[in-house]
Each structure stands twice: as C-alpha cells, then as structure tokens.
C-alpha cells in the first residue's frame, strides 16, 4: 500500500541555520504531496502542498519539490526562526479513489536562539 | 469563520466507560477522518466518511465506533473494548478530491484513569 517514509528522530538546530527534512514515498499511482506541521498541543496545519511531478510547494520561507524520479518530498527552509519549532509531517494522498491519506511518523524540530 | 470544531479538548475517562468524542464543521466538506496520535507513531487513521450515512474502517478500528448521520457532523465512540484508549484524538474534513488538502480540529485529548 501506499506510504511515507520520515528520517529519523528529533532535529535539533540553531536560529538561522539551514533546515532539510527528508521524506520519501511509495505509491501505486500519481500522489499528491503534502507537508504539515504541529505546534504544541494543537491540530495539524497545511504547509504546503503539490500535486504533481515537478511542482514546488512554498510557504512561509518553507520549500518542497515534488521529485518523481527519487519518490522525495524533501521539505527545505533556509533561515529557521524559533517560532519554527514544531513536528512536521510528510503525507500523500493517491488517487485510487479510496481518499485517503498516508501520513510520515512526523518529525520533532527544536530550533535554538 | 469556517473550520472544524472538536469537543472536549480534554477529557477523563475511567476504566470501563463510553465515551462519544464531537466533531462539527461547517466548511461543507463531503469526507471526514478520525485520526489517533500517539507519541513517536504519527498519525493512525481510526475511521473516515466520504459521504452522510456511509463509512468505513481505517487501520486502528477495534474498539471504536463512529456514525455519520448529517454532513456536518462525525462523532466518534471510545467503547470500553479498546484496549489502550489514552491519546490525541484529531478530526479532519476534506473536499472529496484526491488532491485536496485536510483540514483539521485542534484535537481532543483522552486521558483514562
């Protein structure tokens, strides 16, 4: 079935510095893509999204390109800010005509001041 | 404004007991989800709704039972046959197209005591 794939564990990084969190997927058909992200105690908010090969979905200084050729969703930003701080999940959603979604384990970043 | 509205954001529950979670929106969205959060496991999909009177089981459905008697609402049934009810429970609705994105509540929390 379909699914996403999230590096491991917790980032830990400073204010300014540059951010990269991977996300791969396997799906049978053509997904869209998508990146959420948590803040402490809330529900999920949409980052950003794509919805086909070779799009870029951009938010709030956040970037993904949608890479059919590595199956990545790779989620970039180049300066985090400490309101950055949050779990960000990777989760697609294929168009098999079930309207699911497939969501990553999510990922913890701490940003530092 | 539109959104999607879950009550109670926190509840208690002893062992033993029902208990009905609430999600309400008004955004006019055909499917809804129920999701459970555990720590370090992401998003679990407990049940969804692509249309009133109609649902279906997701990957975690023992011990939980929902209903979808009108568009706007989807509640969702803690039964005491769930084995380890403890968690963040989110709600989330969606247009009905596979490339569209979820929209979520800001999540009931059950504690079991």
């Known amino acids: 079935g379909d699914s996403v794939t999230q590096m491991e564990g917790p980032v830990t990084l400073s204010e300014e510095a540059f951010l990269t969190i991977n996300c791969t997927y396997t799906?049978?058909?053509?997904?869209?893509l998508f990146w959420y992200v948590q803040y402490p105690g809330e529900g999920l908010q949409l980052l950003l999204k794509?919805?086909?090969?070779?799009d870029k979905g951009s938010n709030k200084g956040f970037e993904a390109t949608y890479r059919k050729e590595t199956t990545s969703f790779h989620l970039e930003k180049g300066s985090v800010q400490v309101s950055d701080s949050a779990v960000y999940f990777c989760?697609?959603?294929?168009?098999?005509?079930?309207?699911?979604?497939?969501f990553g384990k999510g990922n913890q970043v701490v940003v530092i001041p | 404004d539109g959104g999607i509205t879950q009550s109670p954001k926190y509840l208690f529950r002893k062992e033993g007991q029902n208990v009905t979670l609430s999600c309400e929106q008004n955004?006019?969205?055909?499917?809804m989800y129920w999701y459970r959060q555990d720590p370090g496991q992401g998003l679990r999909l407990i049940y969804y709704?692509?249309?009133?009177?109609?649902?279906q089981k997701g990957d975690i459905a023992e011990g939980y039972s929902v209903s979808r008697e009108k568009k706007e609402s989807f509640p969702l049934t803690v039964t005491s046959a769930q084995k380890n009810p403890t968690a963040f429970y989110l709600c989330?609705?969606?247009?009905?197209?596979?490339?569209?994105?979820?929209?979520f509540g800001e999540g009931s929390r059950l504690t079991v005591l």
């Open positions: 955004l006019n969205h055909d499917a």
């Open positions: 709704s692509q249309i009133v009177n109609d649902f």
């Open positions: 799906a049978t058909g053509y997904p869209s």
């Open positions: 794509a919805t086909k090969a070779d």
């Open positions: 989330a609705s969606r247009v009905g197209t596979n490339t569209g994105e979820l929209f």
């Open positions: 989760a697609l959603s294929d168009r098999d005509g079930n309207n699911r979604l497939a």
